[in-house]
């Protein structure tokens, strides 16, 4: 019994360690960490995803990707805002991952052919302006807010200099709209 609970203290004040340490990579945020939005947000008509960057809320098409910026995605799709209510989230699955992004959206011609003659027999998309995503995306649970499925950060990047977002930059990018606990 005294393993038990000791064990649960470990990975209690482990949890909490993590969340504290600015320094720490987002990913290692133990499940059952809590994520406070601290004001309502409102994603707009249309959309399932509400975007933080800077510490603010901010539309799609003004996300840059260089720089840190979170996502907070709902299952619903809906004509109308949708207001997420200020609450507490517990954090049930965190995991990074990352994603080929081709910045280049130019597409050349192939050709093929001997000897003296060429022809264009289609079309390649020009791949040597090559990045990644290096994103961390949380899963999220509350039961005063279902529809909530997940926080996603993430930043794009060459992939030899390129890593995953550390708490630090987090709170960059959510500013004083969200806080681990």
């Known amino acids: 019994m005294k393993r038990v609970i000791l064990s649960f203290i ?7 360690a ?9 990913y290692k945020l133990s499940p059952g960490t809590r994520l406070v939005l601290q004001r309502p947000v409102v994603i707009p008509l249309g959309t ?3 975007y933080f960057q800077g510490g603010r809320v901010v539309s799609e098409d003004d996300v840059d990707e260089y720089y840190p910026h979170c996502a907070l995605l709902s299952r619903v799709v809906s004509v109308l805002p949708q207001t997420v209510a200020a609450g507490t989230f517990t954090i049930t699955r965190v995991f990074p991952f990352e994603e080929e992004h081709n910045t280049s959206g130019r597409m050349l011609p192939r050709y093929a052919g001997s000897g003296a003659g060429f022809i264009a027999v289609g079309l ?13 995306r949380l899963l999220l649970r509350a039961d005063a807010m279902p529809d909530i499925m997940y926080l996603e950060c993430r ?6 200099v390129g ?10 990018a959510v500013g004083s709209l969200m806080s681990l606990r």
């Open 10 to 16: 470990l990975i209690v004040v482990g949890g909490q």
């Open 18 to 26: 993590a969340a504290d340490d600015q320094n720490q990579y987002l």
């Open 48 to 50: 399932a995803t509400v």
């Open 124 to 136: 390649v998309l020009a791949s040597n302006e090559t990045s990644y995503y290096f994103s961390t």
């Open 155 to 160: 930043q794009i990047s060459e992939y030899d």
């Open 163 to 172: 890593e995953h977002l550390r708490i630090g930059e987090f709170r960059q």
